[in-house]
């Protein structure tokens, strides 16, 4: 059973960073996609980016230049590196991983971002 673990989260001031992570266990191959999605209260889940083991990468608009999505694909940990943060980026972060092999998509449990002063 792939499971997603994710950490990083926490409260920050607008225009500060944080970085998030997260590690994909229960499988001897490291996933096709890794991502991050997110979702405020009142609001559906969104993108955020997600990233292929072949370099393929993918923003959500609200975030490109101030966000960085990186792996390790032998660690099977995917990576956000979130800077110059508003408060609209407060949402909880969902680690989102896709394995074309066995077409299965996994989730993890969340970590909250709270961008606040």
């Known amino acids: 059973q792939v499971r997603l673990e994710e950490s990083g989260g926490g409260l920050v001031q607008p225009g500060g960073s944080l970085r998030l992570s997260c590690v994909a266990s229960?499988?001897?191959?490291?996933?096709?996609?890794m991502g991050w999605y997110r979702q405020a209260p009142g609001k559906e889940r969104e993108l955020v980016a997600t990233?292929?083991?072949?370099?393929?990468?993918n923003y959500a608009d609200s975030v490109k230049a101030r966000f960085t999505i990186s792996r390790d694909t032998a660690k099977k940990t995917v990576y956000l590196q979130m800077n110059s943060l508003k408060a609209e980026d407060t949402a909880t972060y969902y680690c989102?991983?896709?394995?074309?092999?066995?077409?299965?998509?996994?989730w993890g449990q969340g970590t909250q971002v709270t961008v606040s002063s």
């Open positions: 989102y991983a896709q394995y074309y092999l066995r077409n299965t998509n996994h």
């Open positions: 229960g499988s001897a191959f490291s996933p096709n996609v």
């Open positions: 990233l292929g083991t072949g370099g393929i990468v």
